[in-house]
T-cell receptor
Framework: GDSVTQMEGPVTLSEEAFLTINCTYT??????LFWYVQYPGEGLQLLLK?????DKGSNKGFEATYRKETTSFHLEKGSVQVSDSAVYFC???????????FGTGTLLAVQP | EAGVVQSPRYKIIEKKQPVAFWCNPI?????LYWYLQNLGQGPELLIR????????DSQLPKDRFSAERLKGVDSTLKIQPAELGDSAVYLC??????????????FGPGTRLTVL
């Protein structure tokens, strides 16, 4: 079945370090891909998305490129801040139901 | 504009007791979702509503879980009786629709349930 695999955390970085969180997917169709972020005590928020191969989603300095050949959607940011500390979820959906399938989440902790 | 509202935020009950969670979606959002998030896991869809109709409830354990969305606005998710394994966060989300620019799902803060 359809699934998402993302790197386990926690990921601990110093402020201004480069961030990569890996995400790969398995899907029978042509999914849309998403990154959601969950700040402490808050609900999930859509961070960025890409709907077709080679699309790049970007927001708040974060980027991810939809790579069909490697079935990946890795999240990157060039310089993280303490305020980026949160749990990041990679997700996909397929077809008309808009059902989201999530990875297990990656906790990012950024230290000053 | 207000986001998705859920209550209560936290609930502690003893096993075999009933419990209910309430969700108020963003105004005008026709589609409403309930997700279950176990500790250390990503959310999993329980049920999806289109207006007042439950159109995807295949993942809802119907022996003890029920849900309703009267008048196509607010929704309630109920567990009766609760079991220890039901301890989790229950998330509600809503979207304008299913496709294209309307399919972004907006999530509430969730209800954290602890069953003792």
């Amino acid at each position: 079945g359809d699934s998402v695999t993302q790197m386990e955390g926690p990921v601990t970085l110093s402020e201004e370090a480069f961030l990569t969180i890996n995400c790969t997917y398995t899907a029978t169709g042509y999914p849309s891909l998403f990154w959601y972020v969950q700040y402490p005590g808050e609900g999930l928020q859509l961070l960025l998305k890409a709907t077709k191969a080679d699309d790049k989603g970007s927001n708040k300095g974060f980027e991810a490129t939809y790579r069909k050949e490697t079935t990946s959607f890795h999240l990157e940011k060039g310089s993280v801040q303490v305020s980026d500390s949160a749990v990041y979820f990679c997700a996909l959906n397929i077809g008309a139901t808009n059902k989201l399938i999530f990875g297990t989440g990656t906790l990012l902790a950024v230290q000053p | 504009e207000a986001g998705v509202v859920q209550s209560p935020r936290y609930k502690i009950i003893e096993k075999k007791q009933p419990v209910a969670f309430w969700c108020n979606p963003i105004s005008g959002h026709n589609t409403l979702y309930w997700y279950l998030q176990n500790l250390g896991q990503g959310p999993e869809l329980l049920i999806r509503y289109e207006n007042e109709e439950a159109v995807d409830d295949s993942q809802l354990p119907k022996d003890r879980f029920s849900a309703e969305r009267l008048k196509g606005v607010d929704s309630t998710l109920k567990i009766q009786p609760a079991e220890l394994g039901d301890s989790a966060v229950y998330l509600c989300a809503s979207s304008l629709g299913l496709a294209g620019e309307y399919n972004e799902q907006f999530f509430g803060p969730g209800t954290r349930l602890t069953v003792l």
